[in-house]
């Protein structure tokens, strides 16, 4: 298979400008706030944000600590590229589910709720560790994601409410993430592996969505599959990391990430 | 008559003799591979008809086609299915039906998406075959043979999770061969949307959304077994993932959870096979409007 290139970087401080449009967003899709600072960046295209946006700074934070040691991490090139990128939403996910499971579930959590908490962590962390040995054994550990830090200090992990709203914007992220990413990986064996797992997280996306809103048609509901022609999301990774971004403390870049392979 | 049967007929005969020239269409289009032209070609763009034709001879025998064909015979087994479930009286108000119209709504969508692609890459859409939910007598989900509404119930039940978890499977084992084109992506968008199906009507049946090990659940007839078998699979990319040293302790039992989290692929054969059961002739298999 294709080594990858890493490209190392040092993050600028123009990367205020993509940290608030993330979490613009991300809030404008989830409802939540987001207090987490993730200066991640993608794409690198500045022309992308919105220049005037009133809570953007216009110069950057003095406060901001500087650290012109520290190398960035890239995701890389190719289907490692790919790879990495699936790690970061896996890495994120499995978080998640381990902090609801450290602050003893929400209020109220009944059994049935905490087994089903239990198993969407155990399928994450097992994702995670899965994409961390497959890309070492691939790339090497140089060209493995490292682990990254999360902020979800906004989450409030008490209340049923925020903790299934979060898991179901992760849950539906992942799923239109790994459909959006199809087209652009190279080998069928790692297309198929990404179907293995895109279809457990909407297996998962189906359950949340069914416990917030019981009988209802919301587990598969037109907010997130297309009525018209029956599709479900598909997501650039600009888009999931306008999404996902918020929580994401560790910088990395995606400026290498493989275009898709039809255009579509 | 097998799907099976149905799709080689479909690819080895009715396409060549619409479309005389075959070997000229490759001559002409001789530089570009099949995956390319599928690949130039967007999902349910129309076409005239000569470009049709010419396109059709192109693909025959093109695996991308093969896939589309095999999901859409899925599709309309799908959907009929559940339009006859919400038309049969025997579900109950409430979560089911609301449950099944979306489903339904959803699958419809799905044959309309599926023939408009194919017509839009010149190919013909299989038509429906028939279809017999009983399999021959063995179920009775529409309570017509009197089975009772408790029973017919169950069974439509047991029959959405079996259809609804092959669609994943079969879907997920064609993605290969849908790479490099346009219909990859939408493809891998119905996938998804079949597994949240999958996971909502295992829900309504008490069970997880996420399939344990190759275990097809309470209540399902033994008839499904080959829709879960393989399942049970702990090799990923050549890593047995049970052995590896967690960072995070699994809560339970590991080898159960590993193969939770992995969904596996199923071929072509193994799903028409599946299909087949519910599948007493094939339509004539030729489209007048192709």
């Known amino acids: 298979m294709k080594k990858p290139l890493v ?16 979490r613009r ?22 022309e992308e944000f919105d220049p005037g946006n009133p809570q953007s700074p216009s110069n950057p934070d003095p406060m901001e600590p500087t650290d012109p040691g520290d190398e960035v991490f890239d995701l890389g090139s190719g289907d490692v590229g790919i790879l990495n990128y699936a790690y970061a939403l896996e890495q994120l996910e499995a978080a998640f589910y ?25 399928h994450e962390v097992i994702h995670r560790d899965f994409f961390k040995a497959a ?26 409410d925020s903790v299934l709203a979060t898991a179901m914007a992760l849950e539906d992220t992942g799923v239109g993430a790994y459909n959006g990413a199809g087209d652009r990986i190279a080998d069928a064996t790692y297309l198929t592996l990404a179907g293995k797992i895109v279809s457990v997280e909407a297996r998962h996306a189906s359950a949340i969505r069914s416990l917030i809103n019981p009988d209802s048609a919301d587990f598969a509901g037109d907010d997130i599959v297309n009525p018209e022609n029956g599709l479900d999301v598909a997501y650039d990774p600009s888009e999931v990391f306008d999404i996902a971004g918020g929580f994401i403390v560790t910088e990395f870049t995606a400026d290498n990430l493989p275009e898709p392979m039809t255009g579509a | 008559m097998s799907i099976i049967k149905l799709l080689d007929e479909f690819s080895s005969e009715k396409l060549t003799t619409k479309s005389s020239s075959r070997r000229e269409m490759f001559n002409t289009l001789g530089s570009f591979g099949k995956k390319a032209a599928a690949a130039a070609v967007p999902f349910g763009l ?25 999901a859409l015979t899925l599709e309309y087994l799908e959907a009929e299915f559940y339009i006859k479930a919400l038309e049969s009286g025997v579900l109950p108000a409430g979560r089911a039906e609301t449950v099944y119209m979306q489903i339904s709504k959803h699958e419809s969508a799905h044959v309309d998406f599926l023939r408009a692609g194919l017509e839009g890459a010149g190919a013909t859409p299989v038509e429906s075959p028939t279809f017999d939910f009983t399999a021959g007598g063995a179920f009775d989900p529409f309570n017509d043979n009197g089975i009772g509404q408790e029973t017919a119930y169950a069974q439509l039940l047991a029959l959405a999770q079996a259809f609804e978890d092959t669609g994943v499977r079969a879907y997920k084992g064609q993605a290969g061969n849908l790479m490099g084109t346009a219909f990859l992506e939408p493809a891998l968008q119905i996938h998804s949307v079949e597994a949240r199906h999958a996971s909502e009507i295992r829900r309504i049946r008490g069970l997880e959304g ?40 699994i809560v339970g039992d590991v080898t159960e959870a590993v193969t939770q989290a992995f969904d ?18 094939d339509s004539d298999g030729d489209d007048s409007d192709g």
């Open chain 2, 264 to 281: 596996e692929p199923i071929t072509a054969e193994t799903a028409t096979a599946i299909a087949s059961l519910f599948i007493v002739s």
């Open chain 1, 7 to 22: 490209k190392v970087d040092v993050v600028e401080a123009s990367s205020k400008k993509s940290k608030n449009n993330s």
């Open chain 1, 98 to 122: 381990t902090q609801v499971r450290a602050g003893g579930y929400y209020a109220g959590a009944p059994q049935e709720e905490k087994d089903l908490m239990d198993d969407l962590y155990n």
């Open chain 1, 135 to 160: 890309i070492t054994a691939a790339a090497g550990e140089e060209n493995t994601l490292p682990d990254l830090e999360f902020d979800v200090s906004s989450i409030d992990f008490d209340s049923r």
């Open chain 2, 46 to 70: 129309a076409t005239s008809g000569k470009a049709k034709a010419a396109t059709a001879a192109f693909f025959q025998g093109n695996s991308a086609v093969d896939a589309l064909q095999l």
């Open chain 1, 25 to 46: 967003k991300f809030i404008k899709m989830s409802g939540l706030g987001i207090a987490g600072t993730s200066f991640l960046l993608y794409g690198c295209s500045e």
């Open chain 2, 210 to 249: 996420w399939i344990t090990g190759s275990m097809r659940g309470d209540g399902m007839p033994e008839a499904t077994q080959a829709v879960y078998d393989g399942e049970e699979n702990v090799m990923q990319g050549g890593v047995n993932v049970t052995g590896l040293n967690f960072a995070d302790p």
